[in-house]
Nanobody
Framework: QVQLVESGGGLVQAGGSLRLSCAASGRTFSNYVMGWFRQTPGKEREFVAGISESGARTFYADSVKGRFTISRDNAKNTVYLQMNSLKLEETAVYYC????????????????WGQGTQVTVSS
């Protein structure tokens, strides 16, 4: 089992920045691909960014490329999502997720999920 706890959400103006964190506990963090997803009411959970076990490879949704950066610190069992130039439509609950080996965008392939953190982008 892997337990994930997100933090760092909040209210930010459009164009602003936030940094989300996700602390992991349980099994060996460095064995897991980590991902960030987001969801708004009535919509499916949407992939945002992912990072390989070592951090050597990252992958992003097209909508966030160039503005968001995913990173991880395996010594601290933590994955981060730096979000810049936030847009109104990016208001959502953001979730981190983990899986042992799948480096992709399909939420169904991720085994473990945090409880989510709310990000609200205002005008």
């Amino acid at each position: 089992q892997v337990q994930l706890v997100e933090s760092g959400g909040g209210l930010v103006q459009a164009g602003g920045s936030l940094r989300l964190s996700c602390a992991a506990s349980g099994r060996t963090f460095s064995n897991y691909v980590m991902g960030w997803f987001r969801q708004t009411p009535g919509k499916e959970r949407e992939f945002v960014a992912g990072i390989s076990e070592s951090g050597a490879r990252t992958f992003y949704a097209d909508s966030v490329k160039g503005r968001f950066t995913i990173s991880r610190d395996n010594a601290k069992n933590t994955v981060y999502l730096q979000m810049n130039s936030l847009k109104l439509e990016e208001t959502a609950v953001y979730y981190c997720a983990a899986n042992p080996g799948y480096s992709g965008t399909n939420s169904g392939q991720y085994s473990y999920w945090g409880q989510g953190t709310q990000v609200t982008v205002s005008s």
